[in-house]
């Protein structure tokens, strides 16, 4: 029952997190009218389509892709630059292997002299001692997805467009 709870618990956690991090062009677009109105007839095609360009704005890409998930800054022949990092997740299948020692306890009142039950005693036993687990699992390994480099700006050159 327990071991269940905590299932419900993890899987309606787990669809929250997703949920609030499938965002869209469209979605992005709605939240930033004001941006996407600023944008050329061709950049908002683009970013209606999630794609993007050189000359491209910061907010064209931001629409288009997303917030990035690191910003870095630098420069290149003496001029500023600003490198915007997108990750993905790759699912990679494993093995797990685990022993353990535990599980129940020891029941309420209303057993009785033996395991089990009864009249007059303790409710039972809960399991304690070893166990073993594990089996195949699948564990999602971080990635470099796209990179966009950004001079005064604008984009200059962009790396794997995400998929």
Known sequence: MKNSVLKLC???????????????P?????????LYSQLSTRDRQMVTSGSIRE??????????????DRVSVGTNKGRAIESWTYLGQKPVNTYNMGFGWGGGGWGGWGGGPYWGGGPLGWGGYGGYGPYW???PAVTYVPYTQAVVE?????????LSPPR
């Open 10 to 24: 993890a899987g309606l956690c787990g669809a929250l997190l997703l949920s609030q991090c499938v965002a869209t």
């Open 26 to 34: 469209q979605s992005r677009i709605e939240s930033n009218p004001q």
């Open 55 to 68: 000359g491209m704005t910061r907010d064209a890409v931001y629409l288009a892709w997303g917030r990035p």
């Open 133 to 135: 687990g594990g089996g």
């Open 150 to 158: 950004f001079t005064n700006g604008r984009v200059t050159r962009w």
